[in-house]
């Protein structure tokens, strides 16, 4: 089967585009790939990002209703395939959404909201089904077109599980990592402030960061030296050589919908502490793969609160990592769960794979 990948922007920057790219379901060619690896240089990230919040900036003034609905040029395949976008074509397709404002092109449902043109679409005849990443984005679809329920499943995105021997330290050991692209959002602040306090409560606790971080953070915190911070590097490496020799993965993100770094990170088997909200629970169960704490700003969240510490959720996160720590049959029963997850459960690959084909060939 021939499957056209629409997508809402010319630049892929997004795991999603890669897994389609190197995991394709049996018998199925996926067209329009193009380059679909992530952005690992700083400067092409910051203007992929810039470019994309001018345009939605724009966009929420001017037409804060305007579907993500695109049209696919015509050619030899079978079904299109829209990866976070809609779809204007007289044509079959499927869309494969993250959350629900991912219909509108400015990235958000608008505050006066008319859903009438997005409805349209997604009541045509041509639109098979709404495949949602999680069951929390299902359920936000459904609240607000509960015309098109019947359409709307989720599919759990996977990843490949790939047995990778863990790297040899020091004896007892424990090295704690964050990984992000965008270190404020995603609570670099959070993980590198219990990353400063576990490592200087414990003699054989060090951590990594992985991220492009601000320089009031470097200056604050580099006087520990047994925080490394390594900048953005390329995936090959932190696949290779990062996640084999981490064992916790510190992850508090206030604002992720999924968080493909939490399913990567499992897959490697590093149990993963984060913070409550959207769709994390389903991600993480609480106490067998990790721990996820409440989240102190619910739904609404500023730059400002990113920016600057919340003490007691600080303590919270602290308390789940350093149990970790101490713990180290914990720790490893984790470890065992995360990695089964990914190899056979939930995220597993083969599983979403076997459904993506059933979609397919029923659209």
Known sequence: MRVYVQKPWRVSDCASYKLLKENPPEEVTYLNMGASNLIQNKKSL????????????????????MPNAHKAPL???????????????????????EYLGQFWATGAVPKKLHREKILRILESSNCKKIITWTEWARQEIIKLFPEIEEKVETVYPGIPFTKIKKQTRKAGKIRLLFVSRSFYFKGGLYAVEVMDRLTKKYPNVEALVVSDVPKEILNKYSVNNKIKFLGMIPQKKLLDEIY?????????????????AIIEAMGFGLPVVSVGGHSRKELIEDGKTGYVIENPFGDTITM???????????????????????????RNEMSFNCKKIVQDGKFSIDKRNK????????A
């Open 75 to 97: 050619g030899n395949y079978d079904l299109i395939h829209c990866e976070h976008c809609l779809l204007k074509n007289n044509f079959p397709w499927i869309v494969n959404i």
């Open 46 to 65: 910051s203007v992929n990002n810039f470019i994309k919040k001018t345009v939605k900036k724009t966009l929420l003034k001017i037409y804060p209703n």
């Open 355 to 362: 459904r993506l084909n059933e979609i397919y060939k029923g």
């Open 244 to 260: 084999p020799s981490s064992d916790i993965f510190v992850y508090p993100s206030f604002t992720d919908t999924f968080g493909f």
């Open 304 to 330: 400002e609160d990113l920016e600057k510490l919340n003490i007691q959720t600080v303590k919270n996160l602290e308390r789940k990592v350093e149990d970790l720590v101490l713990k180290k049959d914990l």
